[in-house]
């Protein structure tokens, strides 16, 4: 794969030519942007911690009497339906509804679609009663939530039984958002420019609530950068240089030392090491 330095700033390299990756970085971490999330329980914790670590302000806010009033603060709404039931499902479609007529960016992680008909109809509930700004998942929860069948084993998608880049581009015109795909490689598209990016480390899939963090982290940058390609393409450079380092710290330590470490290096993760792991191309 081609290497290509964000921090560069060479005009047009992700079709966007307002900020650079490092700025938007910056951004985030100087604005100090609020991010309503309405998450699963398994998770709460850790992506609180991790938007702290990056230099985000979390707010965990799910009761339905108080959703949209925090949405239409915020500066995103993070919506992720890891652990549905009735009322947070109703509490997500106010907030989002909220962050809708207030200009607030929703960025949705549906989490285990086409495990349950239950789940996969949520998703697809959320995608028809609120606009959607960028939507995250695998490719199996991806496909599901636009009525095509791929495996997936409980909330954790299954091996991609199909091409993950038509899959994005389809998604992203189907949805009429930014799609992303996270896998080996995450696919980013909004139908007409699509990039990969191959930041990241295997570790990542070994602990629980990464993939939901990385929503969250998707949503802080969106909630500083009106691009959402750079924003997401942003977030997952940023998220994969913060997990190698984590990895390459804790090589010989086990998952539980990478946990911690994956943490500090959210908070540490420089300008300069942005510029020398950055890996990502369009294709």
């Known amino acids: 794969m081609d290497l290509v330095f964000l921090c560069l700033k060479r005009k047009g390299e992700i079709g966007l030519e307002k900020r650079s990756l490092c700025e ?9 942007p609020l991010i309503h999330n309405i998450t699963n329980v398994v998770v709460t914790n850790f992506t609180a911690n991790g938007l702290l670590a990056l230099g985000a ?4 806010a799910n009761a339905k009497e108080e959703a949209a009033d925090m949405a239409k603060i915020a500066s995103s709404l993070v919506l992720n339906i890891g652990t549905l039931n009735l009322q947070t499902v109703e509490a ?7 962050a809708n007529e207030h200009d607030v960016p929703v960025i949705f992680d549906p989490v285990g679609a086409g495990a349950t008909t239950y789940r996969t109809e ?4 959320v995608m028809n009663e609120v606009k959607v700004a960028v939507i995250r998942g695998n490719a199996a929860e991806i496909a599901n939530v636009i009525g095509e069948k791929w495996e997936i084993k409980g909330v954790d998608g299954g091996n991609a039984k199909g091409n993950i880049t038509d899959l994005a581009i389809t998604a992203a015109r189907k949805l009429h958002c930014v799609v992303v795909i996270t896998g080996k490689e995450d696919i980013v598209s909004d139908g007409e420019n699509t990039y990969v990016v191959a930041n990241g480390h295997p570790i990542l899939t070994k ?13 802080a940058f969106a909630g500083v950068e009106n691009d959402l390609m750079l924003a997401s393409v942003a977030a997952l450079t940023y998220y994969g240089v913060a997990a190698e380092k984590a990895a390459k710290n804790t090589a010989e330590l086990g998952t539980g030392s990478f ?15 942005v510029n020398g792991y950055a890996s990502f191309k369009k294709i």
């Open 122 to 125: 949520t998703a697809q509930r």
């Open 259 to 273: 946990q911690i470490e994956f943490l500090n290096q959210l908070s540490l993760v420089s300008r300069e090491d």
């Open 92 to 98: 997500m479609l106010l907030a989002g509804k909220s």
């Open 57 to 60: 302000s979390p707010v965990m």
């Open 24 to 32: 938007t970085l910056e951004k985030v971490r100087k604005v100090n």
């Open 207 to 219: 602990v629980t609530g990464t993939g939901c963090l990385l929503t969250s982290v998707i949503g």
